[in-house]
């Protein structure tokens, strides 16, 4: 099992997600079956966080915690930048570099 720094960077959890695809056999994932995950990941998120609201699901259905569906749909993030060569930081701070350009509204209902 690979191990994650006390305090890692972005690039530390790219590296991480790496490592831990290899060791669970789902490196040979193609970028579209990892982009279906992160999917799945986020309805899974979406279903915590009605849960976490108070908002009426099946009763039959396993639900997750929030801190737990926001840690998968990080692990699959990193997994496609990983596929597509991605520096998450980097692309994280370039994109911030634009919105600090736009001109941000509130808007209120019409």
């Known amino acids: 099992m690979p191990d994650l720094k006390a305090q890692p960077t972005l690039a530390d959890y790219q590296e991480y997600v790496s490592k831990l695809e290899a060791e669970r056999v789902f490196e040979g994932n193609t970028l579209q079956q990892s982009a279906l995950l992160l999917g799945e990941e986020i309805g899974e998120l979406f ?3 009605r849960k ?3 908002m009426s699901l099946d009763k039959k259905s396993v639900v997750g915690s929030v801190d737990e569906e926001l840690a ?3 692990i699959y993030l990193c997994s496609i930048a990983n596929r597509l060569g991605i ?3 980097q692309a994280f701070r370039d994109k911030e ?3 600090k350009k736009r001109i941000w509204e509130t808007t209120q209902g019409d």
């Open 87 to 89: 520096d998450l930081e």
């Open 52 to 54: 976490a609201q108070k």
């Open 47 to 49: 279903k915590a966080l």
């Open 72 to 74: 998968d749909v990080l």
């Open 97 to 99: 570099e634009v919105n």
